[in-house]
């Protein structure tokens, strides 16, 4: 019986390894179509973030991507990287232009190892699990919506379709796009992540309660 | 050398001038990137996210009697605090925890600019 048991969990642990190995293997294979896709030109993946005034977030050409790992949920980027449909209604950095769309597409052979490699960069600053998620969450749904202006700038979904602002990234579909604690995190320490941005920080402003709150009502957008 | 005196005092009475310029354009510059997008780039409250569902009007300050009555401490407070503290909406986000005091200072001027108004005493 010790024996089978063993054997058991010898065959587990290659078996473990051997996924390990292959993540890795998918991970390095897609950076090398990141970096020959010239991804590069427009996303940095090396952290930590190092802007310090407006100029500096100006000058950066797309969304910053080293800790695309803890921001984006796995299975949503693979498909939107094959069909990439814009998530901001204007274009990046700009209060004016509307977004023209037009990111490049992966295929599909391209799409998975691309993931796995930005599913990799991950920051030490999201904590996996700190976000609890319901169906509902009032109390997030009353601050994103009445008591803090979230809904200014972000779109949301609503029964007759969707609402908000445009200045922001829509979060219509963000249910399915972004790690809950990567929210929250994003909230607690903006600086981490973006230290120069349009949004305001809420730091001081909202307790860590209420930004769980906010981040399981984010999570609850479909 | 008399090129290089005319051109040092040319310096000194442009000096202070270009540091003016310099500070405005820093207003300008935050202006921009924080509040255009709800006030609009010119301050006339039509921004982007102004659209049929934004739930008030964003102040327009280019309306010089409107901000007249405004003193600047009653623009910092509300820059700082946010829409509430002056009893308006919280679409006005409270900037005070993103923007310094410099900052804050720079935009009020920027909007005195806009306005081309001084306001009320205060």
């Known amino acids: ?74 299975p949503w980027l693979q498909a939107w990287l094959q069909d990439p449909q814009p998530i901001r209604p204007m274009k990046f950095n700009s209060v004016m232009e509307p977004n023209p769309g037009g990111h490049p597409a992966l295929s599909a052979d391209q799409a998975g190892p691309v993931t796995d ?45 969707f609402s908000g602002g445009l200045s922001g990234p829509s979060l219509v579909g963000a249910g399915q796009r972004l790690n809950p604690d990567w929210v929250l995190a994003y909230l607690q320490q903006p600086k981490v992540f973006k230290p120069v941005k349009m949004m305001p920080v809420f730091v001081g402003l909202l307790s860590d309660k209420d930004m769980k709150n906010v981040a399981a009502h984010v999570a609850t957008f479909k | 050398m008399s090129r290089f005196f005319l051109m040092g005092l040319l310096m000194l009475i442009l000096g202070p001038t270009a540091t003016g310029v310099a500070q405005a354009a820093d207003g300008e ?44 401490a009653d623009i910092r407070n509300v820059i700082i605090d946010g829409g509430p503290i002056a009893d308006k909406s919280p679409m006005m986000p409270p900037w005070g925890k993103t923007l310094n005091d410099d900052e804050v200072e720079a935009l009020v001027q920027h909007l005195r600019q806009l306005c081309n108004c001084t306001g009320k005493a205060g």
């Open chain 1, 117 to 161: 490699y930005l599913m990799s960069l991950t920051s030490d600053a999201v904590k996996a699990g700190t976000v609890k998620v319901k169906k509902k969450n009032l109390k997030g749904r009353l601050i994103f919506i009445k008591k803090m202006p979230c809904s200014g700038c972000h779109q949301f979904p609503t029964k007759k379709k």
């Open chain 1, 1 to 74: 019986m010790k024996t089978l048991a063993s054997t058991f969990l010898g065959l587990m642990l290659v078996a473990m390894a051997t996924v390990v190995a292959i993540a890795r293997a998918d991970a390095a294979a897609g950076k090398e179509v990141f970096q020959g896709s010239d991804c590069q030109s427009c996303h940095y993946t090396q952290g930590p973030a190092t802007e310090k005034s407006i100029d500096d977030q100006l000058a950066k050409k797309g969304p910053e991507l080293w800790y695309a790992g803890s921001k984006f949920q796995g």
């Open chain 2, 29 to 72: 510059k935050l202006f921009q990137f924080y509040c255009a997008q709800c006030h609009g780039t010119e301050g006339k409250g039509d921004g982007p996210n102004v659209t049929g569902d934004f739930p008030v009007d964003p102040r327009n300050f280019t309306e010089t009697a409107e901000m007249n009555k405004l003193s600047d």
